[in-house]
């Protein structure tokens, strides 16, 4: 049983690069967001995802793409990297939002940008 | 917007004593409050979930209340154990399909 699971688990870029992190879910789960964290801050959301084809912004959206083809998949895309998005992104899914699921986590993604 | 706190920042504790981590949130309109543990280097991992309609939930040495009035939450370790040596996280769900993430307790079991 999988779970979660987000690729890669290190990534250094360069400023101005452009990536994509990888998050894939084998629980059927409709609910799927990306959350950042960093040192001293609590996790923040950037983007979520309520079902194949619906996707909003979070509290932290701006420089950062998402899209959801698939109940499975919801890759997080980086448009031009800046060093203030150096952090570490985590991909969490749950069955729906109602208020009584828990939310899973990947193990997350450490990203550097120089 | 959703402000929520946790203290202390650490804690350490011999192995066997009973300890209780803090959380308080500002809005009282929530859906539920989760706390997680996160491993270094790990992901976080749901520990318990109160919904809004309920004053606490356990599972094992783990309990968790919620007091909604006054914006309080308190995580209650039973028997520590080297192994619960960890960051705990409180999490508030709000309507807006996000959750509100405190700073942690890093918390440290010695033997």
């Known amino acids: 049983n999988a779970g979660v699971t987000q690729t890669p688990k290190f990534q250094v870029l360069k400023t101005g690069q452009s990536m994509t992190l990888q998050c894939a879910q084998d629980m059927n789960h409709e609910y799927m967001s990306w959350y950042r964290q960093d040192p001293g801050m609590g996790l923040r959301l950037i983007h979520y995802s309520v079902g194949a084809g619906i996707t909003d912004q979070g509290e932290v959206p701006n420089g950062y793409n998402v899209s959801r083809s698939t109940t499975e998949d919801f890759p997080l895309r980086l448009l031009s990297a800046a060093p203030s998005q150096t952090s570490v992104y985590f991909c969490a899914s749950s069955p729906l939002w109602t208020g009584k699921e828990k939310l899973f986590f990947g193990s997350g993604t450490q990203l550097s940008v120089l | 917007k959703q402000e929520v706190t946790q203290i202390p920042a650490a804690l350490s504790v011999p192995e066997g004593e009973n300890l209780v981590l803090n959380c308080s949130f500002t809005d009282s309109a929530i859906y539920n409050l989760q706390w997680f543990r996160q491993d270094p280097g790990k992901g976080l991992t749901s520990l318990l979930l109160i919904q809004s309609s309920q004053r606490e939930q356990t599972s094992g040495r783990l309990n968790a209340s919620l007091d909604k009035s006054s914006g309080r939450s308190t995580l209650y370790i039973a028997a520590s154990q080297p192994g619960d040596s960890a960051t705990y996280l409180c999490?508030?769900?709000?309507?807006?399909?996000?959750?509100?993430f405190g700073t942690g307790t890093r918390l440290t079991v010695i033997p």
């Open positions: 999490a508030v769900g709000t309507g807006a399909n996000n959750l509100f």
